[in-house]
């Protein structure tokens, strides 16, 4: 609960009010959130209802943004005022929390941001896909890809969704970043789009395969295998999908049939798939090794 309120004290004390006459308390401080009704009701009234309107219209949509600064709320609302909004806000100390020592970059709290979102989809749903897309252009063009596939994931636009995965998921992918492709992999409108994608299908296997996720991984190989699998043979070479295979089995400790795998694979991996090049040096020097053959790990590796 502490770390859920961030020691918020009057967060603190209308749980305890809330917590008086429950049976499973540790299920109620699982869900808390800024959306629970002892909240939400302390917030409107209290806080958000003094608020001028003005102020009341940026608190609801500065919501949607995880970390904000006066330009990226100029350009997600499309007006030139942030600065002095923001600055309001924060005499106004409405748990707005600096993030850096300029204090040009802020968040909400936790509790009041979850709070502001729910009402914000209450009164103005419409506006969020699009406050959201916003935002995700405006990290693109500050060279943070990463943070615009953030928004983008919730704009409601599969094909500009799939667009930035196409283009930044294998660079992401090289740079080690396997459990934030497999979270994104999990979200929504991700999954039902990959069928026609075969390149970033097979991406997001290797970061299933990365974070232990197994037989999700398998699942989407056997999708590009598939007799009718509407993927690019020549764009996608079966290698490329047998390589995740045989590391699958190198790690789940069936080194043999691994070796088998390696084998059939190894004639077709060249430099011209990098990633799966790489891959098979380390996890077949791996699979060698394991076997005691310690000159052929050598010479190959």
Known sequence: LQERT??????LWLVSLALRDRGDPQAFVDTFD???ASI???LVEDVLARQPENVRWFLLRTSVLHTFNAALCDHVFQRQDSRELLAQVERAHLFLVPQDQERSWFRYHPLFSGFLRTQLAHTASQEMAELHRRAAAWWLDEGQPTRAIEYALHAGDADYLVALLSVNAPTLLWQGRARTLARWWSGPQVAERLRD???LTL???WAL???HRYGESLQLLDGLEAPDATIDRCALPAAVIHVPRAFILAMTDRVKESLVQWRACLPEVTREQP???AMTGASYGYCLVAESRFDEARGFL
């Not at 961030?6 to 967060?11: D, F, I, N, S």
Request: charged share 10%; hydrophobic share 40%; glycine share 8%.
């Open 40 to 42: 939400a009701d302390y």
């Open 209 to 211: 395969t990365l974070t």
């Open 275 to 277: 990633f799966t090049y």
């Open 6 to 11: 961030q020691g918020w004290p009057a967060a």
């Open 203 to 205: 991406v997001f296997a």
């Open 197 to 199: 994608d075969a390149r």
């Open 34 to 36: 800024g959306s629970n």
